[in-house]
């Protein structure tokens, strides 16, 4: 039997609370290709899940680390 394995990134220093601001960063990521279904579960504190699967590699993973910043940068200034 084969199991998914996700990620979670809870934000240090990003120190994301705000569940609107994650879905709005997880939005941003997928309107540009970058990520799809990335939100934390709905009972966990907010957090990306990333899949990282035996069929994952490494340097997809860290591709994507550059692209959360961003979206982060994008969004932050709206909730502020």
């Known amino acids: 039997t084969a199991y998914e394995i996700a990620s979670c990134l809870v934000g240090s220093e990003m120190c994301i609370r705000d569940r609107a601001v994650m879905a709005d960063i997880c939005k941003l990521l997928s309107e540009n290709n970058v990520g799809f279904d990335c939100n934390g579960y709905p009972k ?10 035996g069929t994952v590699q490494t340097s997809d993973v860290e591709l994507v680390l550059p692209w959360i910043d961003w979206a982060y940068s994008e969004i932050k200034s709206k909730h502020a």
Do not use: H, T, V
């Not at 966990?44 to 699967?53: C, D, E, K, L, T």
């Open 44 to 53: 966990a504190p907010p957090s990306f899940r990333i899949w990282a699967g």
